[in-house]
């Protein structure tokens, strides 16, 4: 249980700091984060984010895992009785 709440922390996190990322200008690309400036900040700097334009931050990806390892275990405890 408490690899679950440590996880969403992780993630909720992860989400915050993609969200100011992405008010900053960054987008994500295909070879990680890019950032908008000159015209192109503003053409598409006031576009709502989308997951294909969600800046990528490590912390969420890891926050899913260990919040997936606890739910994992939390489920196999509840079988195992």
Do not use: C
Not at 17 to 36: A, E, P, T, V
Not at 41 to 59: A, D, R, Y
């Amino acid at each position: 249980m408490g690899l679950d709440f440590l996880g969403q922390g992780l993630w909720m996190y992860g989400e915050h700091r993609s969200m100011n990322l992405f008010n900053q200008g960054f987008r994500k690309g295909l070879n990680g984060n890019y950032r908008l400036t000159g015209h192109n900040l503003s053409l598409f700097g006031n576009q709502q984010m989308t997951s294909v334009t969600k800046p990528l931050v490590n912390v969420s990806r890891y926050g899913k895992l260990v919040s997936g390892t606890g739910t994992f275990f939390g489920a196999l405890r509840l079988i195992s009785g």
